[in-house]
Nanobody
Framework: QVQLVESGGGLVQAGGSLRLSCAFS????????MGWFRQAPGTEREFVAA????????YSASSVKGRFTISRDNAKNTVYLQMNSMKPEDTAVYYC????????????????WGQGTQVTVTS
């Protein structure tokens, strides 16, 4: 079974940077598209970024475009989210997710999830 473990969350000042990592295990990583989602208290979980399994195509939410970059290292079975120019509204629990083959932007399409990592951005 697929297991996902996030790391790299923490406290950062506005304008700063943080890199999240998600370690994948249990299946063939290269066959899975990976996504990052986030959820702030009292809000619905929202899409942040995704990367396809088969090619370098990536997708990102308009709220983070130009600031966040998703990438993957298939040799390390790891997906990353590089977050730059961070804003207080980026504060949330960040989750990585996996689905077999093609990426989507809908959290309901992802059957495998990590435990989440807290990201807090101060003003």
């Amino acid at each position: 079974q697929v297991q996902l473990v996030e790391s790299g969350g923490g406290l950062v000042q506005a304008g700063g940077s943080l890199r999240l990592s998600c370690a994948f295990s249990g299946r063939t990583f290269s066959r899975y598209s990976m996504g990052w989602f986030r959820q702030a208290p009292g809000t619905e979980r929202e899409f942040v970024a995704a990367i396809n399994w088969n090619d370098p195509n990536t997708y990102s939410a308009s709220s983070v475009k130009g600031r966040f970059t998703i990438s993957r290292d298939n040799a390390k079975n790891t997906v990353y989210l590089q977050m730059n120019s961070m804003k207080p509204e980026d504060t949330a629990v960040y989750y990585c997710a996996a689905r077999l083959y093609g990426a989507t932007l809908n959290s309901r399409d992802y059957p495998y999830w990590g435990q989440g990592t807290q990201v807090t951005v101060t003003s």
